[in-house]
């Protein structure tokens, strides 16, 4: 299977799989009141994006880690290729991806739960 696919592959299962459980665990809950269970049920694509997306890049880039990434100067050269450049590289994009859905999956749900009062 090809790196894309693969990549593609494991983002949709991982999204899926944490919006059907935590779905499924919100209608066991029942402690919580339906009007914090739909609150809450308004946040679940939160985890399942930032999971997703940070899957995704990591399956994706996962030879690189491997092979290392080309290392340049400061005029752009080539000086050789780091496996710790890589590394941190990967672990930086992972944690820009899993934070950057955060504005746009939770600001929406906050207004529109004042919006309906």
Sequence with gaps: MSTFMTGYAGAVTAAISISVGLSLLLRRANKLSPSLK?????????????????????????????????????????VGTSKVAAKKALKEMAVTRALLPIPLLTIPPICMTFLEK
């Design 38 to 78: 739909s609150l809450i049920q308004k946040f679940v694509p939160l985890p399942a994006v930032m999971t997703a997306s940070t899957l995704n890049v990591c399956l994706m880039r996962m030879h690189e880690l491997n092979e290392g990434i080309n290392v340049v100067d400061k005029e752009g050269k080539t």
